[in-house]
């Protein structure tokens, strides 16, 4: 058989299979740095947030102080006009200890790449000034044919700076809830935790049940800037999942800060108008749409290379 017919014999024997390999899949953390009303009506800072969080698949929003409760239609309505694909978003009541300063978790989602399949707001056993978390965790259950991994939960975390020990330690006991209430351990942790920088002294880690157990995977490590400024270097924001199959669907190295002033060439005082922070991101393997999918792969490559 000439190479031209069998590349139309293996063209043809690939559309009747139906195999359709799929992209990767990207989840994103940012701290948007008090976005509220007045940030969703500036157009060059709309604009980049805007190109940040197209970049991925879903992506949790935090320090969202909307108390209008018209920022985020906003940005949805500017994000689907400025996108050739649709969104949609899950948010959180609003959260904080004291009604003069509270924010939002926002999850932002690409239709038909992600599906929200479950969602509950975590709350603290204990009341009063001894809660585990300032803002305690709007937990989502999400489903993907994108991926390796088809069903997994996403757990927020801003913590307050000043008790960000004890927050990171209680995301733990947010794990164990999730367990025994979904029954899953394919759980990751993310966001802006103030891992770093003297918020978490050295010494105290080995009491961090979330660091110190094993089990979870920090793919965020302590050596990355988060930060915005130059004058910072500060791991603050983190991405952690549990368990050998969680990290195993993961893209190597593809869990990282998004530098978004150098990739969109900003001065440092342009970025800092968006946030301090930096969006930090992780890539999941990709999957397959249809089960067996891989292995005719195989079999007509074989084929085409042998003829």
Same mark, same amino acid.
């Given at each position: 058989?000439?190479?031209?017919?069998?590349?139309? %014999? $293996?063209?043809? %024997?690939?559309?009747?299979?139906?195999?359709?390999?799929?992209?990767?899949?990207?989840?994103?953390?940012?701290?948007?740095? =008090?976005?509220?009303?007045?940030?969703? !009506?500036?157009?060059?800072?709309?604009?980049?947030?805007?190109?940040?969080?197209?970049?991925?698949?879903?992506?949790?929003? #935090?320090?969202?102080?909307?108390?209008?409760?018209?920022?985020?239609?906003?940005?949805?309505?500017?994000?689907?006009?400025?996108? *050739?694909?649709?969104?949609?978003?899950?948010?959180?009541?609003?959260?904080?200890?004291?009604? =003069?300063?509270?924010?939002?978790?926002?999850?932002?989602?690409?239709?038909?790449?992600?599906?929200?399949?479950?969602?509950?707001?975590?709350?603290?056993? %204990?009341?009063?000034?001894?809660?585990?978390?300032?803002?305690?965790?709007?937990?989502?259950?999400?489903?993907?044919?994108?991926?390796?991994?088809?069903?997994?939960?996403?757990?927020?975390? !801003?913590?307050?700076?000043?008790?960000?020990?004890?927050?990171?330690?209680? $995301?733990?006991?947010?794990?164990?809830?999730?367990?025994?209430?979904?029954? +899953?351990?394919?759980?990751?942790?993310?966001?802006?935790?103030?891992?770093?920088?003297?918020?978490?002294?050295?010494?105290?880690? #080995? !009491?961090?049940?979330?660091?110190?157990?094993?089990?979870?995977?920090?793919?965020?490590?302590?050596?990355?800037?988060?930060?915005?400024?130059?004058?910072?270097?500060?791991?603050?924001?983190?991405?952690?999942?549990?368990?050998?199959?969680?990290?195993?669907?993961?893209?190597? #190295?593809?869990? *990282?800060?998004?530098?978004?002033?150098?990739?969109?060439?900003?001065?440092?005082?342009?970025?800092?108008?968006?946030?301090?922070?930096?969006?930090?991101?992780?890539? $999941?393997?990709?999957?397959?749409? !249809?089960?067996?999918?891989? +292995?005719?792969?195989?079999?007509?490559?074989?084929?085409?290379?042998? +003829?």
């Amino acid at each position: 058989m000439s190479s031209s017919s069998s590349l139309l %014999l $293996l063209l043809f %024997l690939l559309s009747l299979s139906g195999v359709k390999p799929t992209s990767g899949f990207k989840i994103c953390a940012f701290n948007v740095q =008090s976005f509220g009303d007045s940030k969703s !009506h500036n157009t060059e800072v709309m604009r980049t947030i805007i190109r940040i969080v197209s970049r991925c698949d879903v992506c949790l929003l #935090q320090e969202v102080r909307d108390s209008k409760q018209k920022a985020i239609p906003v940005f949805l309505f500017s994000l689907r006009h400025n996108s *050739q694909n649709q969104y949609d978003y899950v948010a959180s009541e609003r959260l904080g200890r004291t009604p =003069s300063y509270q924010e939002q978790y926002v999850f932002v989602f690409r239709i038909g790449s992600v599906t929200v399949t479950d969602q509950y707001q975590y709350l603290d056993m %204990l009341r009063g000034d001894e809660d585990a978390f300032s803002r305690e965790p709007f937990i989502v259950r999400l489903h993907t044919r994108k991926t390796a991994i088809r069903d997994f939960v996403l757990v927020p975390q !801003h913590t307050t700076p000043t008790n960000a020990t004890k927050e990171i330690d209680a $995301l733990y006991d947010v794990f164990l809830d999730v367990k025994k209430k979904w029954k +899953t351990e394919m759980v990751m942790f993310l966001g802006d935790f103030n891992a770093d920088c003297g918020y978490v002294a050295k010494k105290n880690w #080995q !009491h961090v049940r979330l660091y110190s157990n094993q089990a979870f995977v920090w793919l965020i490590g302590d050596a990355e800037d988060t930060t915005v400024r130059e004058t910072t270097t500060c791991a603050y924001d983190r991405i952690v999942v549990h368990g050998e199959a969680f990290a195993k669907a993961i893209v190597p #190295q593809s869990a *990282q800060p998004f530098n978004f002033p150098k990739e969109y060439g900003l001065t440092e005082e342009q970025a800092l108008d968006v946030s301090d922070h930096y969006p930090v991101e992780v890539e $999941l393997k990709a999957g397959s749409e !249809h089960l067996g999918g891989h +292995t005719l792969l195989i079999v007509l490559m074989a084929f085409f290379i042998s +003829t």
